[in-house]
């Protein structure tokens, strides 16, 4: 039995792969930078292992993973909140920094409130990516992993503390509260909405079943444009919100290809982006269009929130660590 | 025929899917034309694509000195790696850029791509050549075991399959843009007589290295995939490897050419 420092998979979840920020540079080649759905929950569970904010971590849908640790780890999750079980026995709290014991076993047993939970491990994980990211792409998993059973993820650095298992170390981290408001910058198909259109783009969607990674396809209200025309495809974003000819709408998601033909309603802002990763098949969701000075503003306020966050967290750590542990790095 | 109604407006076209491209009045190409030799960006041709990136975007009638106007821009700005910038998109008639939120901290998206872009497009106006490349060639066998469509796009074309062949490998393509998977090239412009539309509903798996035709694009897919268009032949040569320096053989910009091979030299392929 393999014993170096790493992580198991048991049992497999329904979509559990690794991802950091995204595998940028390359997209006029076609290569689609995937990457983490919900930004601010890899950041969060970074800072409570005291990692940079954009160290890959695995993301995990519902049904989750059974995971075995071979060595002492410091660990977090963030993003959906779930019921996560040490050796099936207690539950371990999400938003925390929590220690886990060389032998250990988590249970994701079930999601609670939201479809993407995160895994950070102080150090992060052994894999050296391509174009130097760890990001998993859908249509080309290279340089990422699609985790299966039996699957083996080295860890950097095992982290002994003299601590019982499962500890949470003594810090809170305010579980984040999204609202359904999913606001966007206009795009060029919004300018040419039918002012009945105009009306009803701000009534409530649903999310249809048919929505992942990839993109999520609203049901709710037809939307038309005065004109259409064929239109020559140009580079999209994560959050672009297509006008299909049916008069529905799809939401472009993390993993999206570069580029797209379609009209653009307009681009979800990267404050929101969060909010949306969270929501999952029969949510419903309200779009508002705002300016980029608002987008703008949303953006650096949750900046300066993850900032302060890192900050404050780096700093405990160290001192618990200097108190009550030992780290031995790989 | 239709009027322009405004300097960078849609013109009215049919819509069918791929041909809008071949509609181009007198005055479209004046303005067109007018574009390549601007002294500064438009800014009305600038369009936020969220608050993270920026799109420079010409419009919807396809003009090959528009697109190499533009990659000018893009080539300046892939050299000059600014900071920042975490992606360079170009595109049949736009470009974009996308941007690392950290580095939009003092500033806004429009702010700083405008900047950029009207530094890129300044410092490329002087570049009155046409950057000469050799195009690239391509072999294709065009046994039907190998391309399904062949001979029905022969068919709806009123042609022989020699003659859809022949017309295919009669035309230098120019890489607009890449898309949709890894190294998938959009090539134009196919030749009227054998553009033929996609299929309304795709199929659930092409083989790599398929040749296919969508309206005038022409296009080889780099993996087994999904796909909707015409597939006329298939290429021995990889189009796509991950673990290669340059893992795309087509890029943007890039000039190509097919020519026939057959079926025994395919299969021998090395």
């Not at chain 1, 705002?290 to 300066?304: F, M, P, T, Y």
């Not at chain 2, 600038?46 to 010409?58: S, V």
């Not at chain 2, 360079?88 to 939009?104: G, T």
């Not at chain 2, 290429?235 to 320096?245: G, H, K, N, R």
Request: charged share 15%; hydrophobic share 40%; glycine share 8%.
């Amino acid at each position: 039995m393999d014993l170096s420092p790493a992580i198991h998979f048991i049992r497999k979840g329904i979509l559990d792969t690794l991802q950091d920020r995204g595998r940028y540079g390359y997209q006029h080649l076609g290569i689609a930078p995937a990457g983490v759905m919900d930004r601010v929950a890899m950041h969060m569970a970074n800072a409570l292992t005291g990692n940079p904010p954009t160290t890959a971590v695995i993301e995990m849908h519902f049904p989750g993973p059974a995971i075995r640790f071979t060595s002492d780890s410091l660990i977090a999750l963030s993003g959906a909140d779930a019921l996560v079980l040490l050796n099936k026995q207690e539950p371990i709290p999400i938003n925390r920094t929590v220690y886990i014991q060389a032998g250990t076993t988590l249970h994701i047993e079930k999601g609670l409130n939201g479809q993407r939970l995160y895994l950070a491990i102080r150090g992060g994980f052994d894999s050296s990516g391509w174009l130097n990211s760890c990001s998993t792409a859908q249509v080309f998993p290279k340089g990422g992993r699609v985790f299966v059973k039996n699957d083996v993820l080295g860890i950097n650095t095992p982290t002994s503390l003299n601590q019982p298992n499962g500890f949470a170390l003594p810090w809170f981290v305010p579980a984040v509260n999204y609202s359904n408001k999913i606001r966007f910058i206009p795009g060029q198909a919004y300018q040419q909405l039918t002012a009945d259109s105009l009306e009803r783009h701000s009534e409530t969607f649903t999310i249809s079943n048919n929505s992942n990674r990839m993109g999520y396809r609203l049901n709710g209200p037809s939307l038309v444009q005065r004109e259409t025309h064929e239109l020559l495809s140009s580079a999209v974003v994560f959050g672009t919100i297509q006008l299909l000819p049916s008069g529905q709408l799809i939401i472009l998601m993390a993993d999206h290809q570069t580029t797209g033909g379609y009209p653009c309603l307009g681009h979800v802002i990267s404050a929101d982006l969060p909010a949306l990763a969270q929501m999952g098949a029969g949510t419903q969701l309200k779009l508002e269009p705002v300016d980029l000075l608002a987008a703008k503003r949303l953006r650096r306020e949750q900046e300066k929130d993850l900032t302060l966050l890192e900050n404050a967290i780096n700093f405990r750590i160290e001192a618990f660590l200097k108190r009550y542990g030992s780290e031995t790095t790989n | 025929m239709a009027v322009a109604q405004g300097l960078f407006s849609v013109e009215k076209i049919p819509s069918v899917p791929g041909l809008s491209c071949l509609f181009c009045s007198g005055i479209h190409r004046a303005v067109l034309g007018y574009i390549c030799i601007m002294h500064s960006i438009p800014k009305h041709c600038l369009f936020p694509l969220g608050d993270e990136a920026l799109l420079l975007d010409f419009g919807n009638v396809l003009d090959e000195q528009v697109h190499a106007r533009l990659m000018q821009v893009f080539h300046w700005l892939k050299k000059q790696k600014p900071l920042g910038v975490c992606d360079i998109i170009p595109a049949y008639n736009s470009i974009a850029l996308a941007f690392d939120p950290r580095s939009l901290f003092n500033t806004s998206v429009m702010e700083k791509g405008l900047a950029l872009l009207e530094q890129a497009w300044q410092s490329t106006s002087d570049t009155t050549q046409e950057m000469i490349t050799e195009p690239i060639r391509i072999p294709v066998c065009y046994d039907p075991t190998l391309a399904p469509d062949l001979i029905s796009l022969a068919d709806s074309c009123g042609l022989d399959t020699d003659a859809v062949i022949s017309l295919h490998c009669s035309v230098t393509y120019q890489v607009y843009m890449n898309g949709f998977l890894p190294g998938f090239a959009y090539m134009g412009t196919v030749p009227q007589a054998i553009a033929q539309p996609r299929h309304p509903t795709p199929r659930k798996m092409v083989p790599r290295g398929s040749v296919g035709i969508a309206g005038v694009q022409t296009g080889i897919y780099p993996l087994d995939s999904p796909g909707g268009w015409q597939l006329i032949g298939r290429t021995p040569v990889a189009l796509f490897d991950a673990d290669a320096s340059e893992p795309c053989l087509l890029q943007p910009g890039q000039k190509v050419q097919f020519y026939p091979i057959n079926l025994s030299a395919f299969e021998a392929w090395t």
